[in-house]
């Protein structure tokens, strides 16, 4: 016998094919909302994907005000897996009269959280010397180093996430917070706290204790970042951080210049040499020393991502002991601040990654259109 079916028994099937579904949903989104959005920002089939690195900004109140909002909104314009600053959220000395924080106050690091957390895709951070070693300028407050770092892992590394409208959970480093590590794509990536003004052995306070200690760590966790990538068979491995350490005799920019094959810095006179006083401490050859001999024994692709310097280059500097290029790495300086241009090299490099082509990174300077100033936008 068939059964009718009613308005009444229709409308009783349908309510409960909903009240399904909606619990399904119920179900349904929260496990899909777990799922790490990166995948949003990669390529299924092939794996590719394309990350974001800046620093060195802002210098000043257009900069605050103008060219990091239209350097923000070029990022969220692209599918970018991830972003980076590489360290020095203010120029060296705070700017008399300015309209936004540019001293080391709380209101500097408030004004950073707010900016990368417009980012979209996971925004990641590596302190400066700007931002907590030269704090202790009078031109910059006058405050203690130390407490300006502990702040900024206050504000900036209190979690293992990052930043950013999409959050990335990382490895962190104990103590030493701020020394991070992630994967995406089986590709490495790893913050270290290396800084400008000698690696904090030299300008207003210099604190050789600090510098030791955190040296030690910095070594410590990049060793056991390369046994990581390793272990996980990596492709590749980035490193970011603010210092430009300089590594030959070419760099005359802002960076010691060194003896390639020792790593000894060489524009440091003895007090006795009649050319005149030393200039500064040596603040990275221990370091460079232990990243030269991780570069080789790693094999595979390796990018050396920092600021400092202000000019955007993508070049292999580094040799090995008897003078032959590690083919293996590449350093790449991201652009900074040219106050005196206004937004002028407010910008940023893309760097597209492939883990399976043999270089892994290739890059891309991302000229901001609402930032140039010397030829304006056609």
């Keep these: 016998m068939t059964k009718l079916v ?9 309510r409960s094919r909903l009240f399904r579904s909606i619990g399904l949903l119920a179900i349904v989104l929260p496990i899909l909302s777990a799922i790490p959005r990166l995948a949003m920002a990669t390529d299924r089939e092939s794996g590719t994907y394309a990350i974001g690195l800046w620093g060195d900004l802002p210098y000043s109140d257009v900069q605050a005000q103008t060219g990091v909002p239209n350097l923000i909104a070029d990022m969220n314009s692209q599918n970018l897996a991830f972003t980076v600053h590489d360290g020095d959220l203010k120029a060296g000395n705070a700017t008399v009269g300015s309209v936004t924080p540019t001293s080391c106050s709380d209101a500097l690091y408030k004004q950073s959280l707010d900016y990368l957390n417009a ?5 990641m951070f590596t ?9 202790d300028r009078p031109s910059n407050g006058g405050f203690n180093s130390l407490e300006r770092l502990k702040r ?3 504000f900036f590394f ?3 996430y990052s930043q950013g409208q999409r959050r990335l959970k990382q490895e962190v480093q104990r103590i030493y917070v701020e020394n991070r590590r992630w994967s995406v794509g089986n590709v490495t990536y790893l913050t270290l706290n290396v800084q400008g003004s000698c690696n904090n052995l030299c300008d207003t306070a210099p604190d050789k204790a600090e510098y030791t200690a955190r040296n030690a760590a ?18 590749a491995v980035m490193i970011i951080t603010q210092a430009d350490p300089g590594w030959d005799l070419s760099d005359v920019t802002r960076a010691p210049l060194r003896d390639p094959k020792t790593l ?8 006795s040499d009649p050319a005149g006083p030393i200039k500064s401490p040596d603040g990275f050859k221990d370091y460079l020393l232990a990243l030269r001999a991780e570069v080789i024994a790693f094999r595979k692709p390796v990018a050396y991502v920092h600021g400092d310097s202000h000019y955007q280059r993508v070049d292999k500097p580094f040799l090995d002991a008897t003078g032959r290029r590690l083919e293996n790495f590449t350093r790449v300086q991201t652009p900074g601040s040219n106050a005196a241009n206004g937004n002028n090299d407010v910008q940023w490099v893309k760097v ?15 000229v901001v259109p609402g930032n140039r100033v010397a030829v304006p936008k056609p």
């Design 6 to 14: 009613t308005p009444s028994i229709l409308l009783r099937l349908t």
């Design 264 to 271: 000894a810095q060489t524009d440091n006179l003895p007090a």
């Design 218 to 235: 910095n070594i410590a966790w990049m060793k056991a970042s390369f046994a990581a990538a390793k272990s996980r068979n990596s492709a």
């Design 119 to 123: 980012l979209k895709a996971p925004a």
């Design 127 to 135: 302190p400066g010397d700007n931002d907590w070693v030269d704090c």
């Design 158 to 160: 209190s979690t293992p």
């Design 352 to 366: 597209f990654v492939d883990p399976r082509s043999r270089e892994v990174f290739s890059y891309q300077n991302q």
């Design 152 to 154: 900024e892992r206050q």
